[in-house]
């Protein structure tokens, strides 16, 4: 390789573009999306919260108000849209940002389509859910039918964000194409590929909803392959667990090393670590499914095989977290084997709020290993384990992280500053999220090990002895989600201040992007090459795939007729 | 071709990482292969409309086959288990057939690996031989619809 490094070594201090404000109408995309995330996570916090104290006993809900309805409310909200809205505000503005700084007038022209799509597409499926007509949980299983609606509405929130990757695409394309030769952003690089990686994963839900689930909910179609649409879902279901990581795996490798005043440890392992995640998140759908009929043990197994693989690029992450903190320790003059610990900055909430979600990922990634693992699975499947498993990766190692992100987007782009007693009120509210989860996710761990299943309604199956292990945990869930909602609220209380209210700066903010340790040290051109790694990626999908689905395919199922249950 | 550096201790806490890993998922393979550990499934397939009418889940119950092994043949609909409940003495075998006429449901017994995912169009298998005596509750643990949480039944050992 023979390129010449056209971009000098960069002298201390960011580089132009991290100084200045965002372009007005990017500015304007970034809030609009952030605003809808927020939103999102409002319904979802407050149906959460009633949910939560109906199961556990606490409160009777009114006639009107079914709690599988609240169950649904929370998961679509939660895990489809507030997730979504939030990763795609977030990217843009990095990918804006490294990239020269702004979007064109075309990359934004496809971003607001896929804004409009799926903000239409949320009210939609939201309304469905409103009036009980798609109480379907946020999986939709079939033979379960909903309103067309519901499942059109959800098609829109995929196309859209498909409008979404493209004006990444696009900028990214741009921008190789006025800078030849050069090594990409690590924002846009890493931005790049978790759109490839959600492209590749909504092809599989996109099939199932329009093929499958939409005529057979019209009535277009009499019968639906159950199973088909299982491991359809199951394809994108898994995959989405990893859309909602990568980004805050971006924020850690890029933002928190300057935030932290250090450097980037290296600029190639994590552009690796992201490549590990496109080729081996997809082809491992059946480890949802490993204790269903309709699915062969060795293709059950070989998926698990791939699913474990995903252990080595979170163990770099987690090597590479701790290399950088450490660094940024000693370059602030720490000595000896520890001191570097307590030069990181503990009381800014942007480097807090994370570290506290990196804490969690410790027993979270631990307790995943156990539900792929195979016969371990048959232990946990559909218990509160699982339920709590998500609540320690997504809702705290991700949302603890977003959090983080939004105490300085949200005044960087309204150009307002991040207030020491923001700042104070966001590291309490951190604790409070923390510890709440803790608590909430740590008993539903331990009841799910009891055996409770998951998405239950308050009962005692008439007062079973069983039931009894499981009330003192009730005690304790109920509490914490009163926590976890308090906490939301106080997110969303100063989310609100720093939107419009803060204190206005008289300089630009600081869009934190960090530079790398050794910037001579040049990535290899092939992890650019994305048509290689998408090619593997459809080699790995065929092997994992191809046979089971041709066979369900080849010989069905007798289907099912739509079934409403609620 | 991938010519990316590697800090001396990265590559050792790689390489141990790794190394426990493939560890792990041999001794898994071996649970399967040897152990004949395996989690319920099953390529049968049933209508969901001719549960009711076809041999064995037009009369769901428990079966002996021979000395201490049984076969439990159970339709799992909304909101019921049929039979709703079953008893076999200590020891006893099981072979679990489960399928369901109306949606996805699931079959639990706490406290046993007893954990099935039971799919309208198919019916799913598991073998479990029930050591402790006492009364065994069976749940759905698939959301099934209103009447979800009142979805149980029992199975007592002697």
Redesign the interface.
């Known amino acids: 390789m023979n390129e010449t490094v056209r971009e000098p070594a960069r002298p201390d201090g960011p580089a132009p573009f991290e100084r200045g404000t965002f372009d007005r109408r990017d500015r304007a995309l970034i809030l609009a999306h952030l605003g809808v995330s927020f939103a999102a996570l409002l319904i979802g916090a407050l149906a959460g919260l009633f949910q939560g104290l109906q199961r556990t006993g606490f409160i009777q809900l009114p006639q009107a108000v079914g709690y599988y309805q609240l169950l649904t409310a929370h998961g679509v909200s939660l895990a489809l849209i507030f997730t979504t809205f939030f990763i795609i505000g977030f990217l843009y503005s990095g990918t804006a940002k490294t990239l020269d700084g702004r979007f064109r007038p075309f990359e934004r022209a496809l971003a607001w389509i896929g804004f409009v799509l799926m903000t239409a597409g949320t009210v939609m499926s939201l309304l469905m859910i409103l009036t009980n007509d798609a109480t379907v949980l946020y999986t939709f299983y079939a033979p379960m039918r909903a309103a067309p609606w519901f499942y059109i509405g959800l098609a829109l929130v995929i196309v859209g964000s498909w409008f979404s990757g493209w004006t990444i695409f696009a900028s990214y394309y741009r921008w190789k194409k006025a800078h030849p030769g050069e090594v990409s952003p690590l924002f846009a690089y890493m931005s790049v590929a978790t759109m490839i990686l959600w492209i590749i994963a909504t092809l599989g839900v996109a099939a199932e909803v329009l093929f499958q689930l939409i005529p057979w909910s019209f009535g277009w179609t009499a019968r639906i392959n159950v199973e088909l649409s299982r491991a359809l879902f199951w394809y994108f279901g898994h995959p989405l667990v990893y859309f909602w990581l990568l980004p805050a795996y971006i924020y850690w490798y890029v933002n928190i090393p300057q935030i932290i005043k250090g450097r980037l440890f290296s600029d190639s392992l994590p552009r690796l670590t992201f490549l590990l995640f496109i080729l081996y998140s997809v082809p491992v759908g059946f480890h949802h499914q490993l204790m269903e009929p309709g699915i062969g043990a060795f293709w059950k197994f070989l998926q698990i095989f791939f699913t474990m693989i995903v252990v080595v690029p979170s163990l770099m992450t987690a090597f590479a977290m701790l290399a950088t903190f450490e660094l940024s320790g000693r370059l602030k003059g720490a000595k000896g084997r520890f001191e570097w610990v307590r030069k990181l900055p503990w009381k800014d909430v942007r480097f807090f709020a994370p570290v506290l979600g990196m804490a969690m990922f410790i027993p979270a990634g631990a307790g995943g290993v156990v539900n792929a693992s195979y016969q371990m699975n048959q232990v946990v499947h559909n218990t509160l384990w699982v339920t709590g498993h998500f609540h320690m990766a997504l809702a705290t190692t991700v949302v603890s992280t977003f959090f983080g992100i939004a105490y300085w987007l949200v005044p960087a782009l309204t150009n307002r500053k991040l207030t020491r007693g923001a700042n104070n009120l966001g590291i309490l509210q951190s604790w409070l999220w923390f510890l709440g989860m803790l608590l909430l996710a740590g008993s539903m761990h331990i009841v799910g090990l009891f055996g409770e299943p998951r998405r239950t309604a308050y009962t005692t199956y008439r007062d079973h002895p069983v039931v009894e292990v499981w009330l003192p945990y009730w005690q304790v869930m109920g509490v914490a989600t009163v926590f976890v909602v308090l906490s939301v609220l106080l997110f969303l209380g100063i989310v609100v201040y720093l939107w419009a209210f803060a204190p206005r700066l008289e300089t630009a903010a600081e869009y934190p992007i960090g530079t790398p340790l050794d910037p001579a040290q040049r990535p290899p051109r092939i992890l650019e090459r994305w048509s290689l790694w998408i090619a593997v990626t459809a080699v790995l999908i065929l092997v994992a795939y191809g046979v089971p689905v041709w066979e369900m395919l080849q010989n069905p199922e007798p289907g099912s007729p739509p079934i409403r249950s609620w | ?7 001396r ?2 590559r050792i ?2 390489w141990i ?2 190394a426990s ?1 493939v560890l ?2 041999i001794i ?2 071996l ?2 292969l040897l152990g004949d ?12 409309e ?1 549960v009711r009418t076809t041999p064995p889940f037009d009369k769901p119950g428990l079966k002996q086959i021979g000395p201490n092994e049984y076969r439990a043949t159970v339709v799992a609909q ?1 909101f019921t288990f049929q039979p709703a409940s079953m008893t076999v003495p200590a020891g006893s075998t099981v072979h679990f057939e489960v399928t369901s006429p ?3 449901h ?1 079959f ?4 046993t ?1 007893v ?3 039971v ?7 598991f073998t479990y031989t029930f050591r402790k005596k006492g ?1 065994h ?1 069976i ?8 009447g ?3 979805m ?1 039944g029992s199975i007592t050992v002697q």
Request: glycine content about 10%; hydrophobic content about 45%.
């Open positions: 071709m991938l010519n990316i550096h590697l800090p201790y990265e806490w790689l990482g790794g890993l792990f998922l898994l393979a649970l399967a550990l395996n989690p319920p499934g099953n390529m049968r397939m049933i209508a969901p001719a909304m109306d949606v996805v699931g639990e017994i706490p406290g690996n954990n099935m995912m799919i309208p169009g198919h019916i799913t298998e009364d509750l749940v759905c643990n698939e959301y099934c619809g209103s979800h949480q009142v149980m």
